[in-house]
């Protein structure tokens, strides 16, 4: 019974583990990243912007609804104007008795009762020149699309970059743990093979507790080791969005035909962030043009068709009224003019300062990133071949020790050798394989390519 509860328990804990891959991995990130999330917003929100400059060449058509009560002389006149309603009486007629009376003020117009209107109309307004304000805008608007689109591809290859860094932190940790667990095997190994040597005399009491101390002390690593994988995971889960128990092995990535020469062209023409900036710079330069439309004139058109009367109802054309109009209008005098167009061409020059700069900078990027990378490549090979060596030398010691021709404080020495080349290799394919990626990212590929 009991057997059948531990084998239960079992089958829960590793039905409920997720161990995943490199490739899931990166599909959890894009499917729940938040920060990819904002940006995707950010893109939603410049075509946003290109929508709302691009309506500008339709207009806008209204309806407004105007009721007004005022005993006002004028608005009151103007009412009953406006809806045809006027009558020689509001005219003041009613107040003259002759030429004596001319110099007189008009009661029925100086203070009317009074007077109620509604007056109902539908208007239309549309640019129909802007100075090319409107297009050029438009123009910048597309480019700004354009840029938050290269900047998401750019944003989404670092997240990929860090989430290598972090798988493979997590299987570096769980390969770190795995020597451990080994470093403890042979420690175990020393403690019993001493303690036998011991009973029959052939070993001091020295070098029983040396061995037993080597084999407390790897307890303690064994433990700092499972701690790493759990931070390591913690944060792999974190960046995922998604609770991961489990990694699979290193995930590798592939490199050819690398000419620093060559690679440093290519990054200039594949890097996102340096399209970004190209488009960046478009959009200044547009910007000059959206400032010059003040030299221009402006032409606008408006049109009305309404109605007015005092109640509202019984619609007919003796209240109706239209009204069409184009208005020009340009600037004669403006020192305002010139200083914003100068501050536009002003902050173009910065940008293509800036963009010299960066594709400077790229270079850069790329020959340290091969740089490091043939490094660490052949630092590896020099790891390598030191586990190697390290494992064929702790062998040969426990030979020697068995025969009696070697200290337990050498043998000791020996296992910590080889641990410390064991770490070190872990390491150096995690360093190796980082770098990998950051110089695959900084030539403009994908880790996936």
Known sequence: MNK????LLITSIYSFAKEITFDEALHLLLKNNKQLKSKKLDIKQSHAILDEISANNYGALNFKET?????HAGYAFNSKLSSRKATFGDFGLGSYTGPGSIGEAPDDLNYPKSTENYETKITYDIP??????????????????????KKY???????????????NACVAAKEYLKSTQKAKEVTKSFVNFSNEMFKEGLVTKIDLNE????????????????????????????????EITDVKNFEEVKLSNLVLKNIQEEAINKREDYKYIDL?????????KVEQADYYPKINAHVEYGYSDDKLKNFDDTQDFYLAKV?????????????????SRINYNKLMLEKEQFKDSIKLEVKQNYLNYLSNEEILVEKIKAQNLAEEVLIKAEDMYKNKLLKMTDLLAQQASLQKAEAEVIMSKFDLTFMKAKLKLSIGKSLKE
């Not at 059948?4 to 084998?7: N, Q, S």
């Open 128 to 149: 129909l020149f802007t100075g090319f304000k409107i297009s050029n805008a438009k123009d910048v608007a597309q480019l700004q699309v354009q840029a938050k689109n």
């Open 280 to 288: 960046n710079v478009k959009s200044s330069k547009k910007n000059i």
């Open 327 to 343: 208005q020009l209008n340009m600037k004669i005098f403006d020192m305002t003019r010139e200083a914003k167009v100068e501050q």
């Open 211 to 242: 061995a037993q101390v080597r084999d407390l002390n790897t307890n303690v690593k064994l433990k700092e080791a499972q701690n790493k994988v759990s931070l390591a995971l913690s944060y792999l889960s974190f960046l995922v969005g998604d």
């Open 67 to 71: 009721y007004t009560t005022t005993n």
């Open 4 to 7: 059948l509860l531990v084998l």
């Open 153 to 167: 591809q750019y944003d989404e290859k670092l997240l990929t970059l860090e989430l290598l860094r972090a798988y």
